[in-house]
């Protein structure tokens, strides 16, 4: 009964619709499916309507962009009230916010004599979808100026890019604050996926545990076995949740769907603690 519990549709930054990430995780016999684009409730309808179809289940999620100085932190909410005013808010800010972020990183590049337009890249996203990078790095694909989205990446989308420009987003704490606000389950996604020095400090953990932080997104291709090691042992020491997840992008990323997943009981325990939305069942 695998249960991958992080996955991104055109929604957001991934290739496929939502109905086909839900048909994909049921050929990859993935028996629930967590659907947590970025920033946007807007797949969780037609997955819906598609897990009933393929046999699979539902559990509706986000995963929510949060920013401390430099420093961007991911957060993954299950089950949220997607009506709650004060996540809706923070969620339009920040989609709004990514997409005159995405112009000003256009303009940089464009400046820079790297041929990209704006009218490419938003060909490149979905009407109402989460606006990020990767939808640059499509463009490029699309122009055949890069081969890969890894590709644009290494040379000209990295957070060390001269290209790089940040969007709103809010601080972890009040985005846990929010989650929970909302009835949901806030769980940091990869907290160590950064680079050394750039991961999710202990501390930082501490202050979103007690905001009400659920879990930790222990089991993650960016996480090597020291990554594991430490997570699981923090887990333990702070009574977190521990959850596995593929980050599935379709073909954005190498990412197969349950390459990681999550033990029955962790979901169990994530569904008592929700108040927001209900999960999908076949
Ligand atoms: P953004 O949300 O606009 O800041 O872009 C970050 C997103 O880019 C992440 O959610 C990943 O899905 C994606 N991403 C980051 N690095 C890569 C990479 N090397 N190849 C493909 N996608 C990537
Ligand atoms: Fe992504
Ligand atoms: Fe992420
Ligand atoms: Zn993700």
Redesign the pocket.
Known sequence: MPIDLHT?STA??GTEAPAVVVARAGQAGVDTVGLTD?DTTLGWAEAATAASEHGVTLVPGI?V?CSRGRQ?I?LLAYLPDPTHPDLTSELVRARTS?DT??ERMVQRMADDGIPVTLDAVRAQVEEGA?????HI?DALVAEGVVA???E???RW??NDSPYYVT?YAPDPVRAVEVVRAAGGVPVVAHPWSGTRGRVVSDALVEEMVHAGLAGLEVHHRDHDGDAVLHLTELAAAMGLLVTGSS?Y?GN??RNRIGEHTTAPAVLEAIEEQATGTAVVRP
Request: without cysteine; hydrophobic residues 25%.
């Open positions: 991104h957001s930054d970025h995963e962009s961007s991911h990514r972020r995405l989460t606006a990020g990078r990767p790095a890969h989205r890894d644009a990446f290494a989308l990295g969007h980050d992008h954005g990323k």
